[in-house]
């Protein structure tokens, strides 16, 4: 018997979302049948060889949970499934505060709770790093550019300007800082994280918290190439003790459920945590390939 399984996050190409990497890793192991969710038609990852069985547009999450949720019972009407990988940050914002809605409808959801969702939001990361003990950069969170423009004097340039769920942007000063958060303001609103850079090679951790404080697993990496918006391209697989406790330090803390990444820095005095996303990344499907498949 197939699994079932919706995914969401389908767009490819050189900002790739998570959804095509996980119908890969599902598909090496597993007889399942995927069901995309989009909210564009022109999403490119529903229309690869060995990608989705059936396409459905969704409502964006601003729209509200009850749409969200009307509409996806009436894909499941058309083509029914039983599990469900929300993987991008503003769907699990939205459906993180209604697992009730999914039990009573059937579906499996690997959704964070409401409360790690929010400590580990990246306006509170520095709440998150003195509760775990480990270190990250100074940030200051702002509502507009004059804001940000103070912020970025009192930290110092270059500054890094973020938006609330993607991007990030390195500014050296305040005509590059207004110029790039303008653009995230335009594209996400606000708020805006302004934090300071830190030097020194870049380390990501993908895995999956079991709801209690433990892990089902973890791979660490550490990126090799950068495209030209800052997004890893090439990785090799690392083995450091320091940051896998350092990782299961928040894993712990947050009792963390479902999928996960950790981004850090390493240092000349250790690891400093960048930031963390509560789903699978893009480069999930690369620890598949080498026999531990996450999705």
């Known amino acids: 018997m197939k699994i079932r399984v919706a995914i969401t996050g389908l767009q490819r190409g050189d900002n790739p979302q998570p959804g095509a990497a996980i119908v890969r890793s599902l598909r090496r192991t597993l007889e399942v049948e995927i ?39 009436e894909v499941r009407a058309h083509s029914p499934f039983e599990v469900l990988m929300p993987t991008l940050d503003s769907e699990i914002d939205l459906l993180a505060g209604a697992p ?15 409360e790690a969702l929010a400590r580990r939001d990246k306006k509170n990361l520095a709440l998150l790093g003195e509760e775990c003990g480990v270190p990250v950069p100074e940030q200051i969170v702002v509502r507009d550019l004059r804001g940000a423009l103070a912020a970025a004097r009192r930290i110092g340039w270059p500054v890094f300007i973020k ?21 995230i303001l335009a594209n996400w609103g606000p708020p805006l994280i302004v934090q300071q850079p830190v030097a020194g090679p870049e380390f990501d951790v993908l895995g999956v918290g ?6 089902l697993g973890m791979c660490a990496i550490r990126k090799t190439h950068l495209s030209n918006k800052g997004k890893g391209i090439g990785a090799v697989t690392v083995r450091d003790p320091r940051l896998e406790e350092a990782s299961r330090r928040v894993v712990e803390a947050l009792a963390w459920h479902g999928p996960f990444e950790l981004e850090w820095i390493l240092g000349p005095d250790g690891y400093t945590l960048i ?21």
Do not use: K
């Not at 022109?42 to 729209?63: K, L």
């Not at 009730?100 to 409401?114: K, Q, S």
């Open 35 to 73: 069901v995309g969710l989009v909210y564009d038609a022109y999403e490119s990852g529903i229309y690869v060889e060995g990608g989705v069985d059936s396409a459905h547009v969704m409502p964006y999450p601003t729209c509200g949970a009850a749409a969200w949720l009307g509409r996806l019972d």
């Open 100 to 114: 009730e809605e999914f039990a009573r409808r059937g579906i499996r959801c690997p959704l964070p709770a409401p």
């Open 163 to 183: 938006g609330q769920y993607y991007d990030a942007r390195l500014a050296d000063g305040a005509d590059s800082l207004t110029e790039e958060a303008s653009a």
């Open 210 to 215: 079991d709801g209690r404080g433990g892990t």
């Open 275 to 295: 930031e963390m996303n509560p789903r699978f990344p893009a480069w999930v499907d690369f620890p598949s390939q080498l026999g531990a498949n996450f999705a």
